[in-house]
């Protein structure tokens, strides 16, 4: 299976002020999700992705999502390339699967399942 880059996710502490930002200088749309706010950049080109406030650490940080077909085998493997597991599968109801990583040198990178339709 190919692993394309499917979605990003911006962290930040004030998601109004950093919506805000995004609007202002991209143009960028949001709807809100409770902490989350999914972001349509109004173009078929590229990806989309959301900004997110977790009220807790990390505040500030920016991850891309890579699909793939099995998240614990992929953690599994980055492991054992050197790299860890940060957060372990999480659900997105009504949604599919994530999981954050980090490469040896310590790069956040997200894992992502879809559920299947």
Not at 81 to 102: D, S
Request: aromatic share 12%; proline share 8%.
């Amino acid at each position: 299976m190919p692993n394309p880059v499917v979605h990003f996710e911006i962290g930040c502490r004030d998601g109004e002020k950093t919506q805000a930002f995004f609007a202002g200088l991209f143009d960028w749309r949001f709807e809100s999700f409770g902490p989350a706010r999914m972001v349509s950049t109004g173009s078929k080109e590229g990806i989309q992705g959301h900004l997110n406030s977790l009220g807790h650490e990390p505040h500030n940080y920016c991850v891309v999502y890579v699909q793939v077909d099995d998240i614990p085998a992929y953690c599994a493997k980055a492991q054992k390339l050197g790299g860890k597991t940060v957060v372990p599968l999480v659900e997105v109801p009504g949604m599919g699967h994530f999981a954050w990583i980090t490469t040896p040198e310590g790069n956040l990178v997200g894992l992502w399942k879809p559920l299947k339709g």
